[in-house]
């Protein structure tokens, strides 16, 4: 995957979408190449969001909840992917649909890449830029999932695609609302 195919995978199903479907990587090295590395980015940001302007977000929290939270953020990212990529395959299978594993977990990798890039909003020490940051990652992510629903798993009809998207997306959104849980957890949560 290229960042540099993202633009066009955010208003085509074919801009991007077509040499993946040609040549997909395996889970395995989209997990190593894309998901560790990015997933890195927001646990990275939390830290520094901590260290700089963390008083912004929770005056109590120390250092030590600030890391305690990236810690869990990033692990829960690591297992987010793959529990997205089946709930993809779940979903495809509701709507008759025959994916395999590794087809929704390019999906579910690709989408997330906004949601992590969103994560550079915590460089400024202003909520409503931060919440703005999380809901382009939102919409982006959104995007991504309905362009990439018909080039990768084969929907050919849009009002399908748009039900398949809006399901993904509802399931993509609950797990991101736990991942902030799960950062908000030790740093109020009185770890």
């Known amino acids: 995957m290229k960042l540099s195919h993202y633009p066009k995978m955010l208003f085509s199903s074919h801009g991007g979408w077509d040499a993946l ?39 109590a929290a120390g250092l030590d909840r600030w890391l305690a939270a990236a810690a869990l953020f990033f692990i829960a990212e690591l297992a987010t992917v793959p529990l997205m990529a089946w709930t993809l395959q779940t979903l495809a299978s509701s709507h008759k649909l025959a994916a395999g594993f590794d087809q929704c977990f390019l999906l579910a990798a690709g989408a997330a890449v906004p949601l992590w890039l969103s994560s550079l909003a915590l460089l400024a020490p202003d909520l409503a830029f931060n919440l703005l940051g999380a809901l382009l990652g939102l919409a982006a992510a959104f995007a991504l999932l309905y362009h990439g629903l018909p080039a990768i798993l084969g929907l050919e009809e849009e009002v399908e695609s748009q039900h398949f998207a809006y399901s993904a997306l509802c399931a993509g959104a609950a797990a991101w609302a736990l991942l902030l849980a799960l950062v908000l957890l030790p740093l109020f949560g009185g770890w």
Do not use: D, E, N, W
């Open 21 to 59: 479907r040609g040549r997909p990587p395996s889970p395995r090295s989209l997990m190593l190449k894309l998901v560790l590395p990015f997933s890195l980015l927001p646990a990275l940001m939390i830290c520094y969001a901590g260290l700089a302007h963390g008083q912004l977000y929770a005056p």
